[in-house]
Antibody, heavy 119, light 109 residues
Framework: EVQMVESGGGLVQPGGSLRLSCAAS????????MNWVRQAPGKGLEWVSY????????YYADSVKGRFTISRDNAKNSLYLQMNSPRAEDTAVYYC????????????WGQGAMVTVSS | QSALTQPPSASGSPGQSVTISCTGT?????????VSWYQQHPGKAPKLMIY???KRPSGVPDRFSGSKSGNTASLTVSGLQAEDEADYYC?????????FGGGTRLTVL
């Protein structure tokens, strides 16, 4: 079964740091582009970051550029999001999302990890 | 404010058809054929329903269809069923980033 499982969410203070992890299984992780997409409570979806299959190319939404870092370990079938200097507006469910090959669509979503930024 | 504009709500009776619009610009919807649609039920992760404007993933009923004209994409749900009641989001590739619409809550009356 193809699935992704996020972990590492929780409460973090503004200006602190938190690392989200995503464990992928059921597919050849190293062949796929991956993303993080978030959803603030009661709000819509917002794309956060992208990483190429090799990890050499990354993109970020303007709202997190310079503060968040996406990375991956293909040997461990894992995706990561390092969140530095989080702000209250970063409070959201963070989804680990697979990019369907050559279609730029998000075809497999994890169950999400809740991140709350508050003092 | 979302990059793509969707109506906040839509509704229809069982068996009817409903169309949800998604308006962007020439830098996203109008510039690429990489428009996708997602269905999200409360408390659940989104599910891909349409990709590349009008293609359906395996397992998605053919009651769901997509189209695009200029800077506006559309999702049509035909033969509405109770289980179609959910939030629907459009998304488009926009050159090194992806943008979403604000979402449309579809109510089956």
């Amino acid at each position: 079964e193809v699935q992704m499982v996020e972990s590492g969410g929780g409460l973090v203070q503004p200006g602190g740091s938190l690392r989200l992890s995503c464990a992928a299984s059921g597919f050849t992780f190293s062949s796929y582009e991956m993303n993080w997409v978030r959803q603030a409570p009661g709000k819509g979806l917002e794309w956060v970051s992208y990483i190429s299959p090799s990890g050499t190319t990354t993109y970020y939404a303007d709202s997190v550029k310079g503060r968040f870092t996406i990375s991956r370990d293909n040997a461990k079938n894992s995706l990561y999001l390092q969140m530095n200097s989080p702000r209250a507006e970063d409070t959201a469910v963070y989804y680990c999302v697979r990019d369907s090959m050559a279609t730029d669509a998000f075809d497999i979503w994890g169950q999400g990890a809740m991140v709350t930024v508050s003092s | 404010q979302s990059a793509l504009t969707q109506p906040p709500s839509a509704s229809g009776s069982p068996g009817q058809s409903v169309t949800i619009s998604c308006t962007g610009t020439s830098s996203d919807v109008g510039g690429y054929n990489y428009v996708s649609w997602y269905q999200q039920h409360p408390g659940k992760a989104p599910k891909l329903m349409i990709y590349e404007v009008s293609k359906r993933p395996s397992g998605v009923p053919d009651r769901f269809s997509g189209s695009k004209s200029g800077n506006t994409a559309s999702l049509t749900v035909s033969g509405l069923q109770a289980e179609d009641e959910a939030d629907y989001y459009c998304s488009s590739y926009a050159g090194g980033k992806w943008v979403f619409g604000g979402g449309t809550r579809l109510t089956v009356l």
